[in-house]
C-alpha cells in the first residue's frame, strides 16, 4: 500500500536559500526536458527512462545541473513525463487540453528525492530533523510517526505560496507485512462500533462516547479579521498580496488543525475496535438538499472517511460504510420508523417503548447495518438495550489533542 505523511518544515534562512536555488535548477532540468521532449530526435527520448540517460550530457553543458542531487535530477525528468500522462488520461477523458507548458518560478516550488539523497533521523517526540544531500539538515514537526514497517520511497520538500515549508513522505508498506483484520466471525457487539457523524460537528458512537469538534471559533475570528483587511486593500498591491498569503495562512492553519483532530480521532478508533461502521456520505450528500455550509461539512467527513480507511489497513480493522437512509428515524430495538424533528435529542418509540439518546440510537443502528453488510447477523441474544450504555462519556477535544488518544 502505498500512501504519504506531511509534516511542516522549518529550515534555516540560509539552508531555505539553498532549497530555493536547488528547486530553481529543478525548475529549469524541467523546462528543459519539455523542451528537449518537442525539439530533439525522439530515439533518444519519450520515456522518463531514456530521457535519464541525457543527464550526463546535460551535466557537461550545464554545471548548474551538477549541483544538485543526481537522483532528484532523474526525478524531475520523470515528473515531466508523469504530467505529460496527466494530460493524455484527460485527454481520453474527453476533456479539452493544451500542452504542457514551460514553468515560471511561481510555478515550480518543490523537488523530490527519490531512493536515495535524504535521511530521517533523529526523531524524538514531536521533532525531528531530515536531511538532504547537498543540502543539509531540516528541523520538522514529527506530528505523525511513521510506521515502522513503513519504507520511505521518496521525501518532496514544497515551498506554498504562504511561504511556509512542508515536506512530505511517500511511504511503502508490504501489504504482507501490514497486521491481519480480525476474522469476520469473531466480530460482536463489544468490539465493534457504529459512528454517527453529527451534524451539530461531533461523533457518537455506539458504545456511549461522544467526541467533541474542535472550537476554532478564533480561529476563524481571525480569518474574518485578516479578510476584512484584504478588503481594504488595493487589488495588486504589494500590501495586498502581503494580505492574501496572511489570509491563505489562517485558512492554512484552520485546515491542518482539523485534519491533525481527525487523525487522533480515526487512528483511537481503528485501535480501539476490530470493526468501525460510519454512513456511507456519497448516499447521503444525494439526500440532502445541499448548501454551503452543508457542503462543507460533507467535505470535513469525507476526509475523515477517507483517514478512517486508510488506517484500516494500517492497524487490521474492518471499516465499512453503510446505508444513511433513515438511521436517526429508525428504532434500534424494534426497527419501527418515526420522525422526528432536529431538536428532539431523545429517542422514544412508540411502538417497543425502547428510549434513548438520539444520536446512540443512530449509531446503534449504524452498527446494526455494519454486521449485516459484513454479512452477519445481529446476534439474536444481544437485545439492543443490553449493549447500549446507560451513560454517555463526552470527550473533549482538548483531551484527544493532549493525550493524542480517547480511550482511557
Ligand atoms: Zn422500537
Not at 424494534?334 to 440510537?361: L, M, Q, Y
Request: aromatic content about 10%; charged content about 30%.
Amino acid at each position: 500500500m502505498e500512501y504519504s505523511h506531511r509534516y511542516p518544515a522549518y529550515p534555516t534562512q540560509e539552508v531555505a536559500g539553498e532549497l530555493e536555488r536547488h528547486i530553481d535548477i529543478h525548475r529549469q532540468a524541467y523546462n528543459y526536458t519539455r523542451y528537449e521532449y518537442e525539439n530533439v530526435d525522439a530515439d533518444n527520448i519519450g520515456s522518463a527512462y531514456k530521457h535519464h540517460y541525457r543527464l550526463p550530457d546535460w551535466k557537461d553543458q550545464f554545471p548548474a545541473f551538477s549541483e544538485v542531487n543526481s537522483k532528484a535530477l532523474q526525478r524531475t525528468v520523470t515528473r515531466f513525463y508523469q504530467n505529460l500522462d496527466g494530460l493524455s488520461e484527460q485527454k481520453q477523458n474527453g476533456r479539452k487540453v493544451g500542452k504542457l507548458r514551460w514553468k515560471s518560478p511561481r510555478e515550480f516550488q518543490s523537488m523530490t528525492f527519490s531512493q536515495s539523497g535524504f535521511e530521517l533521523k533523529n526523531t524524538s517526540g514531536r521533532r525531528a530533523t531530515l536531511w538532504l544531500s547537498k543540502i543539509g539538515d531540516i528541523p520538522i514537526r514529527y506530528h505523525r510517526v511513521i510506521p515502522d514497517n513503513a519504507d520511505i520511497k521518496e521525501v518532496t520538500i514544497k515551498k506554498e505560496t504562504t511561504g511556509e515549508w512542508f515536506v512530505s513522505f511517500g511511504l511503502e508498506t508490504d501489504d504482507a507485512s501490514l497486521p491481519e483484520k480480525p476474522d469476520v466471525d469473531s466480530l460482536d457487539a463489544s468490539n465493534s462500533v457504529g459512528v454517527d457523524l453529527g451534524i451539530l460537528n461531533y461523533i457518537h458512537t455506539s458504545d456511549g462516547h461522544t467526541v467533541d469538534w474542535l472550537d476554532l471559533e478564533d480561529e476563524y475570528e481571525r480569518l474574518r479579521r485578516e479578510q476584512r483587511k484584504l478588503s481594504r486593500k488595493e487589488k495588486g498591491s504589494n500590501n495586498y498580496e502581503q494580505q492574501r498569503k496572511q489570509v491563505a495562512k489562517v485558512k492554512r492553519h484552520i485546515r491542518r488543525k482539523v485534519l491533525d483532530y481527525q487523525h487522533k480521532i480515526t487512528t483511537w478508533l481503528v485501535r480501539e475496535y476490530d470493526a468501525v461502521f460510519v454512513e456511507d456520505l456519497n448516499v447521503k450528500g444525494m439526500l440532502k438538499d445541499s448548501h454551503n455550509a452543508r457542503n462543507k461539512q460533507d467535505a470535513a467527513w469525507r476526509q475523515f472517511i477517507t483517514l478512517l480507511e486508510y488506517k484500516a489497513d494500517l492497524y487490521g480493522c474492518h471499516v465499512k460504510q453503510v446505508e444513511p437512509e433513515g438511521t436517526t428515524k429508525e428504532c434500534a430495538s424494534c426497527g419501527v420508523e418515526t420522525a422526528k424533528p432536529i431538536w428532539v435529542r431523545e429517542h422514544s418509540c412508540p411502538a417497543c417503548g425502547f428510549e434513548c439518546d438520539r444520536d446512540a440510537n443512530a449509531a446503534m443502528n449504524v452498527l446494526q447495518r455494519g454486521f449485516s453488510e459484513l454479512g452477519l447477523g445481529w446476534p439474536e441474544d444481544t437485545p439492543v438495550e443490553t449493549v447500549l450504555p446507560t451513560d454517555t462519556t463526552t470527550v473533549s477535544a482538548k483531551r484527544v489533542i493532549e493525550a493524542g488518544s480517547l480511550g482511557a
